[in-house]
């Protein structure tokens, strides 16, 4: 992907994370959301605790044992969700130089959020950092781990949805710099932006012939927004996938002249227009409008929060979100679904 910068953008580069085993009673963590990296190993023991593998065991995380009366899966990750972080000493700022244990712990802890309801996830997120709150080098650490893992457009982690309320506690802590605090504000207003079962921002594009049109008037059951960038690698990637994909092709062969099932309308953001003027002929032309930004509108007044590009959204035909900043297979399975 290649990273917009702006003034307020604060995107943690670097995002190695650590392989992790967990082992649990008659269960284990197998379920992974789609931009999640799995564990390279893991599987179900017969065993009464939770535990993590390391190469030292004297550095592993200090995990909270399983009581033996709590066998089913759901009983557990409440449990787990709860006292995850009870036996971490959030006072020993040594542990921030210890990945091994605290950044260890943190892709575990990762794990089970995405198994929780948003409730439980919510709440869970909201108690452990009110346990790092009395501590404001622990606190702003597991601030920057937050946005590394959920936030950071690079991250298989990514998550959109569990990062809300821990920038919320971020902003609302009273504990971080006034720098920080200003870039996690800024992150919470741009995630508040055309969010799932809203109708998107419109945004004027223009075509290579100088004509200008609305996104709301572009007629399609489906819209496929993608910002893209000629010169960008992962962006000529997705768009070879967006042409092959025989999901979306099942659905493109719907498009009728008068009722448009699917469209794929390409925005190029940037301020280059000859560069993309000069990749237009390598551009999909059948189902897809190619179109540019005339004056870099949709950066310039954050109407989208466009972390990196390729970015893609999925709209219906009221323009309303379905799917916001997701993977290709994200709208596969959706069509997959819902049968186109």
Request: aromatic letters at 12%; one cysteine or more.
């Amino acid at each position: 992907m290649m990273l917009k910068h702006s003034k307020m953008r604060h995107i943690i580069k670097s995002h190695h994370y650590f392989a992790i085993t967990i082992m649990l009673t008659l269960f284990a963590f197998g379920c992974c959301t789609s931009k999640e990296a799995k564990p390279t190993e893991k599987r179900a023991q017969a065993t009464q605790n939770i535990s993590v593998q390391v190469e030292n065991e004297e550095a592993a995380f200090p995990l909270p044992s399983v009581p033996p009366i709590i066998t089913s899966p759901k009983d557990i990750r409440t449990y787990l969700s709860i006292h995850f972080w009870d036996l971490y000493n959030f006072s020993d700022t040594t542990l921030i130089t210890q990945p091994d244990i605290t950044e260890q712990g943190f892709v575990d802890y990762v794990q089970l959020l995405n198994q929780l309801s948003p409730k439980d996830a919510e709440e869970s997120i909201n108690a452990m950092l009110d346990k790092a709150k009395p501590y404001p080098t622990m606190y702003d650490h597991f601030a920057r781990l937050y946005e590394k893992y959920f936030y950071d457009p690079n991250s298989p982690f990514r998550n959109e949805q569990l990062y809300i309320p821990a920038v919320k506690h971020l902003v609302e802590s009273g504990v971080l710099s006034k720098d920080l605090q200003m870039i996690f504000s800024f992150q919470q207003e741009m995630m508040q932006k055309n969010n799932v079962g809203t109708k998107a921002t419109n945004f004027a594009y223009t075509l290579a012939n100088g004509d200008k049109k609305m996104m709301h008037d572009l007629q399609s059951n489906y819209l496929i927004l993608f910002f893209t960038n000629p010169n960008c690698p992962s962006c000529a990637s997705t768009t070879e996938q967006l042409v092959n994909s025989s999901i979306l092709q099942d659905v493109f062969s719907q498009n009728m002249p008068n009722n448009k099932m699917l469209t794929v309308l390409s925005i190029y953001p940037d301020g280059n227009v000859d560069e993309w003027r000069n990749a237009l002929p390598r551009m999909p032309q059948q189902h897809w409008v190619n179109s540019y930004d005339d004056g870099e509108v949709i950066f310039g007044n954050l109407l989208y929060d466009i972390k990196a590009i390729p970015t893609l959204y999925l709209l219906d035909k009221n323009k309303k979100v379905i799917l916001k900043d997701v993977s290709l297979g994200e709208i596969e399975e959706y069509f997959m679904g819902n049968n186109g």
